[in-house]
């Protein structure tokens, strides 16, 4: 065989390995084309902050070039550097549902990544959800039924079954907010719309259905409420559950808000220019109240807020999540300057404990805010004008500041200095 | 020994073969005769396999064509099968990369009789030398059979000359040969032996030495006799 | 085996002239846009900052600085490549209809070779296949040369240094044929190769039955395709989110392996069977 009459196979084979090759070495080795953020500490314990991981967005202000990053205070991980079957796997961000996944692989398969919709305890993994059908011929567009699994840890039983929501016929919107086994008894924490008439009625309910039988025991009614509109004001009720969503452990105290409202069109005019009516509506909250519900004993409190608590939380806008550990329920009121956190204890629901921080003078204006043993975490949210973001621990207990810190870039190239960056979640382990 | 038993072909509804049988030998050069549009060339497109048949079988030494039938089976189509863009050097070249059969020695002999130039192109060609080009494609492989389709056509006189000399050397002796024609008059006297085709089926097929021992004609009087009947 | 190597060989050198064409066509227009975009912005360094009463850093605010992204963003960069593209998509067709079109009717002499016929089909494949890792391939070799142009042009004040690897992933829509990860890289060519042998199986078809033979091709795609993505039609419709994302990519690796297999073995019982010249 002759080989130069084979050169153009030859020459072309040549190329691609000797430049593929080359190409994969050399970008396998290179270093990030992200930037490095770290946490620095300005003051206090470096030591206050190993537990915290924040998840973000990096963009760069003159190109489209971005990134989903995660930071410790070890460093800085990006989504896009990843490898591909890391990323396939999406444990970028762990959750407690990624645990759940990877522990009951088969018992998690075709379940939505909800984590309110699951319970777990050294026992069981339960999960219940509102699935739908299709209502013909009425105004009301679905059937709801519940679907319903708990896998028994003990015995690595599934038992699943679907219930239909007895007396729905003017149902038209339902919900779950929480998930909880209690005694053998499976507690789904229910938002319910219906009609009555002109009135809309919004429930708050709790469904009971014993675990061993597979059958609906119970049907209370927590919270009620009415929506109903005249003259252009439209009156509202809402629901929300204070207690982590996230969290798919015991929580036997539920902690809820009601919250009135009203809405009112204050302005419609035509726009000449483009012939379309202009509505301005002005939301007004009118009540603001706040309950706690027993599961085991299904005892309803309302929660004894002090005065000043009261005409905060009807007055400003309040951050929807309180933390909830083994002692406190803790919530947290905002003004302009201040965060005001206050403590109830669990058993007695009473306020022991209130802290307040200056935000103003720590240099923060719109924090993510999370507590988590008896410490109380801020980390802006986004990069404001200056290449920094601040990150601030205080203790509850004290009202002390144990750790003030700023996330920045170490050793930032020319291009990666006109830069945004957005923390939408800060996890403390 | 080629052997086609019971050949059927379809284009679309209509049958154009409708079991054609007949042998060819070894040694024998046998001609498909018959008008135009009769399927001569689709039954060597079928000995090939360059077309799919609706029934029937081609046996080749009694085994059916595989890919190393075509290390002892050559087919000179009515036109060359080389690009247009290569040097005769070229099509030489390519056929000695891919055929074991292919001789070289025998390819130059063949170039020096027809008088060809290595260095054409075989898009400069005349239609005589074109054609001349693909009889030597053909014969210069070492193969026992060679199927030729209208080798005669469209060819001018001298051309026709030098081509039919081939025929009578040593490089067809002792093969077996195939042709096709619509017109008998030049090879008439090459032949060993006549298939006549006429809508679909096998009109005759005889022995040319035989029928002209035996019975004194010609081919041209065989030929006569069947299509005037 | 032999044969098959001297198949490829010689398809490549069919497709020579003018895939060295493309290859010259790519670099000297690539280049010509280094060159066009750079002095347009140094123009306006001229103008403004040299000549005007902007300073420096107000330039440099206003303006930003030149990067290859302004020169790969541009049409100088991105038509040499697309024209690439089209040019050897309408190759996977012509491959095989330049056999069988015009009077000298190469396909038999292919047809004829004392060789398993399915090497035609792998030796063209294997043309197109080369041809676009070697486009792909000198890509690569000519984004450092235009990058050194760049830089030999454009003051270190007023430019952005990238790498090979940012300007690549400053690419956005092309950035499926230049991925940054191998395995990336195999899936995105995986795919394409076998949608090159699907469409290769199409083509046959239709030389097989000719009218009828378009239909059956695209009905051959059609199924191709759906057995594909079969997974993830099951996935989103029959037992919707069942599979995790790694044995969905399991399943979908192993029904691609399918797909292959059908496309060789239908391509492999036509050219035996049925195919006409």
């Given at each position: 065989m002759n080989i130069k009459r084979y050169w153009k196979l030859i020459s072309i084979l040549a190329v691609i390995v000797v430049v593929l090759t080359?190409?994969?070495?050399?970008?396998?080795l290179a270093a990030s084309r992200y930037p490095n953020f770290v946490l620095k500490t300005i003051s206090g314990d470096k030591s206050e902050v190993e537990n915290i991981t924040m998840y973000g967005e990096y963009y760069q202000l003159d190109s489209t070039s971005s990134g989903y990053l995660r930071l410790t205070s070890e460093g800085t991980e990006y989504l896009q550097e990843q490898s591909y079957f890391e990323r396939l796997n999406n444990k970028f961000e762990p959750s407690e549902i990624t645990r759940l996944q990877d522990e009951y692989r088969n018992f998690m398969r075709s379940k939505p990544d909800l984590p309110a919709l699951y319970f777990e305890d050294d026992n069981v993994v339960a999960y219940a959800n509102l699935e739908s059908e299709e209502r013909w011929g009425t105004i009301y567009p679905e059937d709801y039924y519940f679907d319903i699994a708990v896998f028994d840890k003990k015995t690595n039983d599934t038992s699943s079954f679907e219930i239909e929501i007895p007396g729905q016929k003017d149902y038209w919107y339902m919900n779950v907010y929480d998930v909880q086994v209690v005694d053998g008894m499976l507690k789904v924490v229910t938002d319910v719309f219906h009609q009555d008439g002109e009135t809309e009625e919004h429930t708050l309910s709790v469904y009971t259905f014993d675990i061993a039988t597979q059958k609906l025991v119970g049907d209370e009614t927590v919270l009620t409420g009415i929506g109903e509109e005249s003259e252009g004001v439209m009156k509202r009720t809402s629901f929300t559950l204070l207690n982590d969503a996230d969290f798919i452990g015991i929580q036997t105290n539920l902690f809820l808000m009601k919250e009135e409202s009203t809405e009112t069109i204050i302005q419609s005019k035509e726009n000449e220019s483009t012939d379309v009516d202009t509505e301005v509506i002005e939301d007004q909250v009118t009540n603001r109240q706040v309950y706690v519900y027993n599961l085991a004993t299904n005892e309803m409190t309302e929660l004894a807020l002090s005065d000043e608590i009261k005409t905060q939380i009807e007055n400003t806008p309040f951050n929807s999540t309180a933390f909830i550990d083994e002692e406190y329920a803790y919530f947290n009121l905002r003004t302009e300057e201040n965060l005001t956190v206050v403590g109830y204890n669990i058993e007695t629901l009473t306020e022991e404990m209130k802290q307040t921080f200056d935000l103003a003078n720590l240099g923060i204006t719109n924090p993510t805010i999370r507590i988590k043993n008896n410490n109380v975490y801020l980390v802006e949210s986004q990069l404001e004008d200056e290449n920094s973001v601040e990150v601030i621990v205080g203790d509850l207990l004290t009202g002390d500041i144990l750790?003030?810190?700023?996330?920045?870039?170490?050793?930032?190239?020319?291009?990666?200095?006109?830069?945004?960056?957005?923390?939408?979640?800060i996890e403390i382990k | 020994m080629i052997e086609v038993k019971e050949l059927s072909k379809k284009f679309g509804r209509r049958n154009v073969l409708k079991g054609v049988s007949f042998t060819a030998n070894k040694g024998e050069i046998t001609c498909l005769i018959g008008i135009n549009g009769v399927g001569k060339t689709t039954i060597l497109n079928a000995i090939m396999a360059l077309t799919p048949v609706n029934g029937g079988e081609i046996l080749i030494d009694g085994e059916r064509i595989h890919k190393g039938s075509y290390e002892k089976i050559a087919f000179i189509p009515d036109a060359i099968t080389m690009l247009p863009q290569m040097r005769i050097k070229d099509a030489m070249q390519f056929m000695a990369d891919f055929y074991q059969s292919w001789n070289q020695k025998r390819a130059n002999d063949m170039l020096k009789f027809f008088k060809l130039d290595l260095n054409d192109k075989i898009s400069t060609l005349s239609k005589g030398n074109t054609a001349k080009v693909n009889m030597l494609l053909g014969l210069a492989m070492d193969v026992d059979y060679i199927l030729m389709d209208e080798p005669f056509s469209g060819i001018d006189i001298f051309s026709r000359e030098q081509i039919a000399e081939v025929f009578t050397s040593h490089l067809v002796e002792d093969r077996g040969v195939i042709i096709t024609t619509h017109e008998i008059n030049d090879i008439e006297h090459l032949i060993d032996k006549a298939v006549l085709l006429d809508e679909g089926v096998v009109l005759k097929e005889f022995n040319a030495e035989e029928v002209r021992e035996t019975e004194g004609k010609s081919v041209i009087d065989v030929m006569r006799e069947v299509y005037q009947a | 085996m032999m044969r098959y190597i001297k198949l490829v060989n010689f398809e490549l050198g069919r497709f020579l002239k003018i895939y060295l064409v493309l290859v010259g066509l790519t670099l000297v227009l690539q280049l010509l846009g280094v060159f066009l975009e750079a002095n347009g912005y140094l123009g306006e360094v001229e103008e403004l900052?040299?000549?005007?009463?902007?300073?420096?850093?107000?330039?440099?605010?206003d303006y930003g600085y030149f990067s290859f992204n302004d020169v790969s963003r541009s049409g100088w960069f991105i038509v040499p490549i697309l024209f690439c593209i089209l040019t050897l998509m309408i190759y996977v067709f012509f491959i095989w209809y330049r056999d069988w079109v015009g009077k000298n009717t190469f396909a038999y002499r292919l047809l004829m070779l004392p060789t398993?016929?399915?090497?035609?089909?792998?030796?063209?494949?294997?043309?197109?296949?080369?041809?676009?890792?070697?486009?792909?391939?000198?890509?690569?070799?000519?984004?450092?040369?235009e990058n050194s142009v760049l830089r030999m042009m454009v003051p270190s004040d007023f430019r952005i240094d990238m790498t090979v690897d940012q300007i690549l992933n400053g690419f956005d829509n092309?950035?499926?044929?230049?991925?940054?990860?191998?395995?990336?890289?195999?899936?995105?060519?995986?795919?394409?190769?076998t949608a090159v042998f699907v469409l290769f199986t199409a083509i046959l078809f239709e030389r097989s039955f000719r009218w009828k033979g378009i239909i059956l091709g695209l009905i051959f795609g059609a199924v191709a395709v759906v057995v594909f993505i079969s997974p993830i039609l099951v996935?989103?419709?029959?037992?919707?989110?069942?599979?995790?994302?790694?044995?969905?990519?399991?399943?979908?690796?192993?029904?691609?392996?399918?797909?292959?297999?059908?496309t060789i073995w239908t391509s492999n019982f036509l050219l035996n069977k049925k195919i006409r010249v």
């Open positions: 080359t190409y994969f070495i050399q970008s396998s750790y003030e810190g700023e996330i920045v870039i170490e050793n930032p190239t020319k291009e990666q200095k006109n830069y945004g960056l957005q923390l939408y979640e | - | 900052v040299v000549n005007g009463n902007l300073t420096q850093e107000q330039f440099l605010h398993a016929r399915i090497n035609v089909f792998y030796a063209k494949a294997t043309a197109i296949f080369l041809m676009v890792l070697g486009l792909v391939s000198l890509q690569l070799v000519y984004l450092p040369i092309l950035r499926v044929i230049f991925p940054t990860s191998l395995i990336q890289f195999i899936i995105n060519y995986g795919i394409g190769f996935q989103a419709f029959v037992l919707p989110e069942f599979f995790y994302p790694m044995e969905l990519f399991i399943l979908v690796v192993i029904t691609g392996l399918i797909v292959l297999a059908g």
